[in-house]
T-cell receptor
Framework: QQQVKQSPQSLIVQKGGIPIINCAYENTAFDYFPWYQQFPGKGPALLIAIRPDVSEKKEGRFTISFNKSAKQFSLHIMDSQPGDSATYFC??????????FGSGTQLTVLP | DAGVTQSPTHLIKTRGQQVTLRCSPK?????VSWYQQALGQGPQFIFQYYEEEERQRGNFPDRFSGHQFPNYSSELNVNALLLGDSALYLCASSLGTREETQYFGPGTRLLVL
């Protein structure tokens, strides 16, 4: 029940495309859903996060869509750039604030 | 504003040895969490320290232990190293145990031979 399932495992898009990464969770006690970006050899960097009382949140080119009834959330990257090529992780936490991560999506944006 | 720092950046050990990894939290943060990230996988929660005590623990054996100092910095100790302990060890800091946002350091890459 603690799992967060993430798909796809890898994604290749052209520059300017809109990659979409999906996550699903089971634990209804989760109340915080962040997305992290990780470059090779670096630690994860927080991109954007959402709470379940909101269905959508935008920050710059990054948008989270949240479907509480389906227990799913997704990350959309608008006007993707080669510099966005990285591994993206969704995560979730409850009141204990220990993050449960998805398995990651390796995004490649072609020039 | 200093972010989360970790040392060393890389470490090579042999099976059965012991290792200590270090973390300094982001300025103003008092809570440190440790995660293990195996190659190609998402980070897994090891434990969280606040007020110099272990507050929460993930599904890791007691070979994994930690410590938090009065200045909020933290150490992760792993005893009797196994090949499977090879991973990137990440430290994350936050302000209080209820704060949602965690900031990660660059990690320590541990290789066990």
């Amino acid at each position: 029940q603690q799992q967060v399932k993430q798909s796809p495992q890898s994604l290749i898009v052209q520059k300017g495309g809109i990659p979409i990464i999906n996550c699903a969770y089971e634990n209804t006690a989760f109340d915080y859903f962040p997305w992290y970006q990780q470059f090779p050899g670096k630690g994860p960097a927080l991109l954007i996060a959402i709470r379940p009382d909101v269905s959508e949140k935008k920050e710059g080119r990054f948008t989270i869509s949240f479907n509480k009834s389906a227990k799913q959330f997704s990350l959309h990257i608008m006007d993707s750039q080669p510099g966005d090529s990285a591994t993206y992780f969704c995560a979730a936490s409850g009141s204990a604030r220990q993050l449960t991560f998805g398995s990651g999506t390796q995004l490649t944006v072609l020039p | 504003d200093a972010g989360v720092t970790q040392s060393p950046t890389h470490l090579i050990k042999t099976r059965g040895q012991q290792v200590t990894l270090r973390c300094s939290p982001k300025s103003g943060h008092d809570t440190v969490s440790w995660y293990q990230q195996a190659l190609g996988q998402g980070p897994q929660f090891i434990f969280q320290y606040y007020e110099e005590e272990e507050r929460q623990r993930g599904n890791f054996p007691d070979r994994f232990s930690g410590h938090q100092f009065p200045n909020y910095s933290s150490e992760l100790n792993v005893n009797a190293l196994l090949l499977g302990d090879s991973a990137l060890y990440l430290c994350a800091s936050s302000l209080g145990t209820r704060e949602e946002t965690q900031y990660f350091g660059p990690g320590t890459r541990l290789l066990v031979l």
